[in-house]
């Protein structure tokens, strides 16, 4: 890593993009794919049982009482990205296809990540007691204000239904482990102190299968055989473009607002993100016999671009010697 610094590359960047390089070249099928999945699954609980442990049960009830923090992080998730992919029709037909603004639309509707958005905040320095809360509240409440949103906003059936086992994964994965983590809180923080930077390995490792995981499944499903270069450049210039104004809008809110660092590093990192793990499944149920894998293309590519800005940022936030020091 510190050699890697001598030429401004970041570590965790490059290990990023190499699995995004791996996934597309040696994507996982099968009886493979399987064990990709429990292994993504059991990092991501183990990395919420560490996240559990670290925080004392004060730290996490604060979080719980935070709500005005929490709003705000749902009316970016909910709200604001809303009303910027509604905007984003003025662009159809002439610059982005009717196919394609579906999808962006689409990725504006879906709940945040929670993993990545608390990986990040935590390399970050900042409130995770808050980015768990926010981060999970938003996925949860996701389940029901997604279809929703997409029964009031797009063309679909009007038949939409999600499963609700989104639910019970979201409880045994992530709030199930974290509640493992407070309860064990008293036996292991001695041992999770003393080796703290080899844990906190866990937080990249998690993003790392995430990102494998995603474009590998992208392979595996021939998403990119089915669009022309030129249309998957205007989305990728259209999801750059949405993620930089929303990047600037929470920067500037939490600002305005008057939280504190550590609480406006869980606004920009839960208020930015889209998840491709909740976005994937429903898309499958409410656009029920139509092109999904166009469909969700546009959150495909949304997706990674906002895993490789947010670590580089998070990193920048990291390396901050000033609590107050860092602008974004």
């Known amino acids: 890593m510190k050699f890697l610094s001598r030429f401004y590359i970041d570590g965790f960047i490059l290990a990023i993009v190499t699995v995004a390089i791996l996934g597309s070249l040696f994507p996982v099928s099968g009886s493979g794919q399987t064990v990709l999945d429990w292994a993504t699954k059991i990092a991501i609980g183990l990395l919420f049982l560490l996240y559990g442990a670290r925080l004392s049960p004060t730290e996490a009830l604060q979080g719980l009482k935070h709500w005005r923090l929490h709003s705000v992080v749902f009316a970016s998730t909910f709200v604001l990205f809303p009303l910027i992919g509604l905007a984003l029709r003025i662009l159809v037909p002439t610059i982005i296809t009717d196919e394609m603004y579906t999808g962006i639309l689409y990725l504006c509707l879906v709940p945040s990540t929670v993993q990545s958005s608390i990986a990040f905040t935590s390399i970050a320095r900042g409130n995770v007691a808050g980015a768990i809360v926010s981060a999970s509240f938003s996925n949860l409440l996701g389940v029901f204000v997604t279809p929703l949103l997409v029964i009031l906003l797009m063309n679909t059936t009007g038949e939409a239904t999600v499963d609700f086992s989104s639910v019970i994964?979201?409880?045994?994965?992530?709030?199930?482990?974290?509640?493992?983590?407070?309860?064990?809180?008293?036996?292991?923080?001695?041992?999770?102190?003393?080796?703290?930077?080899?844990?906190?390995?866990?937080?990249?490792?998690?993003?790392?299968?995430?990102?494998?995981?995603?474009?590998?499944?992208?392979?595996?499903?021939?998403?990119?055989?089915?669009?022309?270069?030129?249309?998957?450049?205007?989305?990728?210039?259209?999801?750059?473009?949405?993620?930089?104004?929303?990047?600037?809008?929470?920067a500037l809110a939490g600002k305005k607002l008057g939280f504190s660092l550590p609480d406006r590093i869980v606004i920009i990192f839960c208020g930015s993100k889209k998840s491709l793990a909740t976005g994937l499944p429903m898309a499958s149920v409410l656009f029920a016999g139509q092109p999904v894998g166009l469909i969700v293309l546009p959150l495909m590519i949304f997706h990674q671009i906002q895993l490789i800005v947010c670590a580089a940022l998070a990193q920048r936030y990291a390396k901050r010697t000033d609590p107050e020091s860092v602008t974004t």
Request: charge should be negative; proline fraction near 4%; aromatic fraction near 8%.
């Open 169 to 250: 994964d979201i409880v045994l994965q992530l709030l199930l482990p974290f509640m493992i983590g407070q309860l064990i809180r008293p036996l292991v923080i001695d041992w999770l102190t003393k080796y703290a930077a080899p844990t906190k390995l866990v937080d990249r490792g998690s993003i790392l299968l995430v990102v494998f995981s995603a474009f590998s499944a992208s392979m595996n499903e021939h998403i990119w055989s089915t669009v022309t270069v030129a249309e998957v450049a205007v989305v990728v210039a259209a999801c750059c473009g949405l993620l930089a104004a929303v990047l600037g809008i929470t």
